[in-house]
């Protein structure tokens, strides 16, 4: 895989508590490659927590600072990338990812993300009365989008090893 992968990134597309960050890690740990985590750059670069981000500066200054940093990871070689769920809607984002990336859609079904996302209370687009509904919302205008990545696993109720040697197989 790390042959047929030359330079480029695998970069883990989909929606919120689909395990990118989770699979991720176990995926690069897998073939020896660095892990990156978008969201924690992010945090890191503005030294603020993306929750933090949304309240003072407002969701479009989150999304180019989002943008800028994949921009800048994905020119750091082979590495596996996990995104936040937005990312991959902004086409510039897309069109970046697919000249040096391979990207991989985690799918999950709505009840698998629900459960996992209310675990935390920790993402600004659900801190809604109706957190459901939100994420049934973003889900039907997202999954297209998502179903343009390069290659498509299915992580509802699968354990993250498994997602983890599907993708390996997909690549
Ligand atoms: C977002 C997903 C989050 C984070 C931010 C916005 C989204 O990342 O980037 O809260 O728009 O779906 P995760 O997908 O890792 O939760």
Not at 80 to 98: D, H, Q, S, W, Y
Not at 124 to 151: E, F, H, I, S
Request: glycine share 8%; with cysteine; hydrophobic share 45%.
């Amino acid at each position: 895989v790390r042959d047929r992968l030359g330079a480029r990134t695998i970069v883990l597309v989909g929606m919120m508590g689909c395990g990118k960050s989770s699979v991720g890690r176990l995926l690069a740990a897998r073939l020896k490659l660095p892990f990156v985590d978008a969201d924690t750059e992010i945090e890191l670069a503005a030294n603020l927590t993306i929750q933090e981000i949304f309240a003072r500066h407002g969701e479009p200054y989150f999304r180019a600072g989002e943008h800028r940093v994949i921009a800048r990871l994905l020119g750091q070689g082979p590495q596996v990338l996990a995104t936040g769920g937005g990312a991959f809607m902004n086409p510039e984002t897309r069109k970046l990812i697919a000249e040096s990336g391979i990207s991989v859609w985690l799918k999950a079904d709505f009840e698998t993300l629900f459960e996992r996302v209310s675990r935390r209370a920790n993402r600004p687009l659900l801190q809604t009365p109706d957190p459901a509904g939100v994420l049934k919302r973003l889900m039907a205008l997202r999954d297209p989008v998502y179903a343009q990545a390069d290659v498509a696993v299915d992580s509802r109720n699968v354990p993250h090893e498994q997602v983890v040697s599907d993708v390996v197989s997909a690549l």
